[in-house]
């Protein structure tokens, strides 16, 4: 169908079935499913599905469901009594049951179970039935017990730990008593815990995985806005996006300083570049950083053209390029790695590259420290959105990356703004003159 679709065929392909055939597959859900919206396999118990906005994270909780509580009588699905929690009774009855991709929507008529808001109880021709909760209130789930449990937007729910432990307690019944949670990813203490603990499966939904069914228009609106953002990655990428305690940068001050571009005119540009101590495919990347300095007395971030596992003849020829496009008047290179070597490789691809040499003698956060005062008397601005580079700043703390790895983005811009802003400017020197 998605075939059909692409290629402006599906109208043709639906003309042709009878009325029973779409009946059918309007409710064959493995067919038309996205793989993120199917149960992954192994024997998980707690199967985590964070996704973006309209990524369909409803629909696959719905239909997981559906297909457990129709499952035939010993089938190793098969559940009877069922939790559906929402972060309030209304977010339970309007979306995980009434909603457009909810429960009663997607049943065949005659599977289609009984709804009782008053009780809040679903009830279906098998015998099964699904109780609603909410986190406001976690003591409605003492008592009752239960198979299975959909748990929707856990990260928005307001007693999230309280309601989730009291639901561990009444998931007493059948064989393998299973959960799901649907979210958009927040970095609250619950969801990190879950991620850490045996027996969780996780899938990742971006919401353009689902952009069939979105409105037309959409996914261009929005990411357009806020691709690239903290607030984009999370509610459009699904992504758990955290903030370390002890790093230099937060995350919302990185999206506070940013900006829609840079001035027209620039007292200064600079590229500056942070050269991996070899290459291959286990070296550091290459930390390649444009900024600019305005009239203004601010720095502005303009570029991250970071290569990683690039040979020193790529990474110099993609710096070299991004100063004649940048029209920069020199460009910094860190030569504690490699020393006379980084000059000749860059002057190997363009020798009229202005380059001026400096070598660290202080380590990496105390060099980051003054650069990070800088960020925080608002003296310096991203001139639009560097995702991997700022993920670098807001993860560099005391002891470095929490991965272990190089902070190579980070070093170059350090090296970069320290030109710009810290300290008497050296004049550039050009190779083979």
């Known amino acids: ?100 991709s909810g429960l009663l929507a997607i049943h065949p ?20 039935v699904a109780q ?54 927040r970095p609250v203490p619950l969801i990190k815990r879950l991620l850490g603990q045996p027996g969780t499966a996780v899938t990742h939904a971006p919401t353009r995985a ?12 929005i990411v357009a806005r806020y691709a690239g953002t903290r607030l984009g990655r999370q ?38 570049v942070d050269p991996p101590a070899s290459s291959g495919a286990k070296s550091d990347a290459c930390g390649i950083i444009a900024a600019g300095l305005g009239a203004d ?18 990474w110099a020829a993609v710096a ?12 910094i290179a860190e030569v504690n790695q490699g020393g006379e070597m980084v000059a000749d490789v860059i002057a190997g691809a363009d020798p009229s590259v202005p380059v001026k040499m400096v070598r660290a003698t202080r380590g990496k956060f105390s060099r980051a420290e003054p650069v990070a005062m800088l960020y925080d008397q608002g003296r310096i601005h991203h001139a639009g959105r560097f995702p991997e580079l700022e993920d670098e700043m807001a993860d560099f703390g005391p002891k470095g990356l929490t991965n272990g790895r190089s902070p190579d983005r980070l070093d170059a811009l350090v090296w970069a703004v320290s030109d710009l802003m810290l300290g008497p400017r050296a004049e550039p020197r050009v190779r083979g003159l």
């Open 210 to 221: 689902n952009a069939y069914n979105l409105a037309p228009g959409f996914l261009e609106r």
């Open 235 to 272: 509610e459009l990428d699904g992504e758990l996006i955290e903030d370390r305690p002890d790093a230099l940068w937060s995350r919302e001050g990185l999206e506070a300083c940013r900006v829609d571009g840079a001035p027209e005119a620039l007292r200064r540009i600079v590229i500056a």
């Open 109 to 128: 008529k005659a599977q289609r179970p009984s709804w009782s808001p008053t009780r809040r109880r679903l009830e279906w021709p098998n015998g099964a």
């Open 297 to 314: 007395g601010k720095a502005y971030i303009l570029a991250d053209r970071s290569r990683r596992r690039a040979k020193p003849a790529d």
């Open 132 to 185: 609603g909760f909410s986190s406001e209130d976690p003591e409605a789930l003492r008592g009752p017990q239960f198979d299975l449990a959909w748990c929707d937007e856990l990260a928005k729910w307001r007693y999230a730990e309280e309601t989730f432990d009291m639901l561990q307690f009444g998931l007493r019944l059948g064989q393998k008593p299973r959960q799901l949670v649907t979210t958009t990813p």
């Open 320 to 331: 070299t390029g991004l100063w004649h496009g940048l029209s920069a008047d020199c460009l």
């Open 1 to 100: 169908m998605f075939a059909c679709a692409d290629k402006g065929q599906l109208e043709a392909l639906l003309a042709a079935l009878s009325a029973r055939e779409i009946s059918f597959l309007l409710h064959e859900w493995p067919l038309f499913a996205h793989d993120h919206q199917l149960p992954p396999d192994g024997a998980w118990t707690l199967w985590m599905l964070m996704g973006g906005r309209g990524a369909g994270k409803t629909r696959a909780g719905a239909e997981w469901v559906r297909a457990c509580a129709t499952a035939a009588d010993g089938s190793a699905s098969k559940a009877g009594r069922i939790a559906l929690i929402g972060e309030t009774y209304a977010d339970v009855r309007e979306v995980m049951v009434e909603g457009v």
